[in-house]
């Protein structure tokens, strides 16, 4: 009877980590797939809404590789033109078109 409960108890920790190792794997190939939809056809380059360290109300869109991706996101960037208060309909990012 022991040895069944233990038999039990290892089958349900080894299935926990067979879930994990599957939903990490998962994760990752997504945020590789988000990473090249991200990527424009102008080489590699992705839009972003720069806010510079100290500066923050100075923010303004740049164009960086997207490798360079992950770093700006951590701190504090956006993806895609930065967000304006007026309402005139038109491309006020400063750089080329934004592709998707």
Known sequence: MKNSKNFIKSLILISGFI?????FGFNQIEKESQKKILANK???KVLICHFPPGNLG???PIEI???AL???LAHGDTV???QTDD????????VGTWFL
Do not use: A
């Not at 879930?19 to 939903?23: A, F, H, Y």
């Not at 309402?87 to 400063?94: E, F, H, I, L, S």
């Open 19 to 23: 879930v994990s190792g599957l939903v």
């Open 42 to 44: 102008l080489g590699e």
């Open 58 to 60: 100075n923010s303004h």
């Open 65 to 67: 590789s997207v490798n």
């Open 70 to 72: 992950k770093g700006h």
């Open 80 to 82: 895609g033109p930065c």
């Open 87 to 94: 309402d005139d309909g038109d491309d006020d990012t400063g």
